[in-house]
């Protein structure tokens, strides 16, 4: 099946850096999300990128889908963005299954 | 617009013992996932449905884990005779089409 990779693994920033959070992927995605992971549990949708390039605030997201890879910046990051980053993809011969990688812990520091 | 909700929140069991959560979607949503989220880890995908039918299902779904959804509404998740490997974070999450949205989850504790 289909290959996740995210990385860093962990990244530790002060209040109002900016950062980049990379997923490669194995093979051609039909989905692509991002989600951040809330101390509870809770997964919050960032993104649907499959391909492109979206804005939300100060979160953007790039998928360049011909070279297998998205990337998740944050801008002037706050206290609140800490947590667990998600990619998740479906693709290769699934349209359902929502393959995910294992995460960027961010801890942004006051 | 209410999102997926997931009953119960929280479920403590001796293990042998038989559980089943429930999964209500986003209402227009005719697609319903189930995974599984141990610590430290991604979420692991179980099963898929598209309305009533069961189109997808991963080997981890052993012989003692069964999905429904009969009415292509709710769905349930029942695990027989629980094992403390079974203890992990059970996420639903639903679609119209492509995008994904999760609900808060059901963590099992098997002792």
């Known amino acids: 099946g289909i290959q996740v990779e995210q990385s860093p693994p962990d990244l530790i920033l002060q209040e109002g850096a900016n950062s980049t959070l990379r997923c490669n992927f194995s093979d051609s995605v039909n989905n692509l999300q991002w989600f951040h992971q809330n101390p509870w549990g809770q997964l919050i949708n960032l993104f649907y990128i499959p391909s492109g390039t979206k804005q939300n605030g100060r979160l953007s997201a790039t998928t360049v889908a011909t070279e297998r890879y998205s990337l998740l910046y944050i801008s002037s990051s706050q206290t609140t963005d800490s947590g667990v980053y998600f990619c998740a993809v479906t693709g290769g011969t699934s349209y359902g299954k929502l393959t995910f990688g294992q995460g960027t812990i961010l801890t942004v520091h006051p | 617009d209410t999102g997926v909700s997931q009953d119960p929140r929280h479920k403590i069991t001796k293990r042998g013992q038989n559980v089943t959560f429930r999964c209500d979607p986003i209402s227009e949503h005719n697609r319903l996932y189930w995974y599984r989220q141990t610590l430290g880890q991604g979420p692991e995908f179980l099963t898929y449905?598209?309305?009533?039918?069961?189109?997808?299902k991963s080997r981890l779904l052993s012989d003692r884990f069964s999905a429904e959804r009969p009415k292509g509404s709710f769905s349930t998740l029942e695990i027989q005779r629980t094992e403390q490997g079974d203890s992990a974070m059970y996420l639903c999450?639903?679609?119209?089409?492509?995008?994904?949205?999760f609900g808060p989850g059901t963590r099992l504790t098997v002792l």
């Open positions: 999450a639903s679609s119209l089409i492509s995008e994904q949205f």
């Open positions: 449905f598209q309305n009533e039918a069961q189109l997808e």
